[in-house]
């Protein structure tokens, strides 16, 4: 029988045995210390239990719903005190490299198909009618210049916009009557909803895209006319001081019924649903 050998273990030796796990318990240490710095100040106040139970509250209310949610709906199922924008932004946070989004749109959140992946819902994806070529400069037009008119519209096209054009844009739910105009006539006034930021994936107004962004994206001509600009759109919910509520009264109002109706012998078939040019209004989108 050959008695067993013993290996006499030095503490060099223990130490670099040791080394490897060490490392890696260093390299824990820190990730949990990334972790708990990336956590809002309020939210560590809160236990684990707590915490975990808030944000899947809210991940329930915000995964049934079926428009965007604000915070202030949100709270209403939490304790009072509790903050809620905190709360969401670590599950932003969460959610930031998985297959749904938790994103933020025209002041509300919503979960969304993360864009890198948008290419596997498009057979699903119902079949809308395409804008016209009248109607998305229009909309733009709106956008840009809110609260804006008819005839100020069509001052800036250069043409004259049809009613079916507004028609069309007012059934999609992204344009909205404002007010009336301080002017003879009291024209409509027109505006964005809250749908035309959720349809376009815009927080605010503001959001949409400036003179540089539209030339690198290719939507305006590289050799623009002298004085050319595009505005900073506003983002208003009540009236501006040259407008009045829509249901003001108006000794004209029976002579002027709504900028809507339009004699169909002026109106004409064009395709576009537009007359012919105008002459050049402003050098502005």
């Given at each position: 029988?050959?008695?067993?050998?013993?290996?006499?273990?030095?503490?060099?030796?223990?130490?670099?045995?040791?080394?490897?796990?060490?490392?890696?318990?260093?390299?824990?240490?820190?990730?949990?210390?990334?972790?708990?710095?990336?956590?809002?100040?309020?939210?560590?106040?809160?236990?684990?239990?707590?915490?975990?139970?808030?944000?899947?509250?809210?991940?329930?209310?915000?995964?049934?719903?079926?428009e965007p949610l604000d915070e202030a709906r949100l709270a209403g199922h939490l304790t009072e005190g509790d903050d809620v924008r905190a709360l969401l932004a670590e599950l932003q946070a969460f959610y930031a490299d998985r297959g749904i989004r938790l994103v933020r749109v025209s002041g509300k959140w919503a979960f969304r198909t993360a864009e890198d992946l948008s290419y596997l819902l498009e057979r699903h994806a119902k079949e809308e009618r395409r804008l016209s070529k009248a109607a998305l400069e229009t909309l733009a037009i709106i956008a840009y210049h809110q609260p804006v008119t008819r005839a100020e519209v069509e001052e800036i096209r250069g043409v004259t916009t049809s009613g079916g054009t507004l028609d069309i844009l007012l059934e999609t739910g992204w344009v909205r009557p404002r007010g009336r105009r301080r002017a003879p006539g009291k024209p409509i006034t027109y505006g964005t909803t809250d749908l035309f930021l959720n349809h376009f994936g815009l927080d605010n107004i503001k959001d949409l895209p400036g003179l540089a962004e539209l030339k690198g994206a290719g939507l305006l001509d590289s050799t623009l006319p002298p004085g050319f600009s595009v505005p900073e759109p506003t983002d208003v919910a009540a009236l501006m001081a040259d407008e009045l509520p829509l249901e003001s009264d108006d000794e004209d109002h029976g002579a002027n019924q709504s900028e809507m109706e339009l004699d169909p012998a002026e109106e004409g078939d064009l395709p576009d649903g537009d007359e012919a040019a105008k002459p050049d209004g402003d050098n502005q989108v």
């Open positions: 029988m050959v008695p067993p050998r013993l290996t006499l273990v030095t503490k060099d030796d223990e130490a670099n045995d040791n080394a490897p796990h060490e490392a890696e318990r260093q390299a824990i240490d820190e990730a949990l210390e990334g972790i708990e710095q990336a956590v809002p100040d309020a939210v560590k106040a809160l236990t684990t239990t707590d915490r975990r139970e808030k944000l899947r509250v809210l991940e329930a209310l915000l995964f049934a719903a079926s």
